[in-house]
């Protein structure tokens, strides 16, 4: 098994950036795949970043140029690194682990996390 623990998450003015962490613990030899995935209210769950074992990456057009995915696989642990946020990026973040071959399908991730919220508003 497989534990995803976010950290990270909470109020930040428009503009302004986070950092979110993803801890994993567990048979974390078994993940290639990492991700971060963003649920708003009353919205379905979408891709924000992928980053595979090797380090590719897969960005949502709505956060490129403005996020940044990285993964330190001596730590276990994968990040999202956030600037010029928008109130359109308020959601719950949740960190996505993937045992197969790189995607962003999120149906496809085996392993979630319980999700940190941002908020960004004035």
């Known amino acids: 098994q497989v534990q995803l623990v976010e950290s990270g998450g909470g109020l930040v003015q428009p503009g302004g950036s986070l950092r979110l962490s993803c801890a994993a613990s567990?048979?974390?030899?078994?993940?290639?795949?990492m991700g971060w995935y963003r649920q708003a209210p009353g919205k379905q769950r979408e891709l924000v970043a992928v980053i595979s074992s090797s380090g590719s990456t897969n960005y949502a057009d709505s956060v490129k140029d403005r996020f940044t995915i990285s993964r330190d696989n001596a730590k276990n642990t994968v990040y999202l690194q956030m600037h010029s946020l928008k109130p359109e990026d308020t959601a719950v973040y949740y960190c996505?682990?993937?045992?197969?071959?790189?995607?962003?399908?999120?149906?496809?991730?085996?392993?979630w996390g319980q999700g940190t919220q941002v908020t960004v508003s004035s």
């Open positions: 567990g048979t974390i030899y078994s993940i290639n795949t």
């Open positions: 996505a682990g993937r045992q197969g071959p790189f995607s962003t399908n999120s149906y496809l991730y085996n392993y």
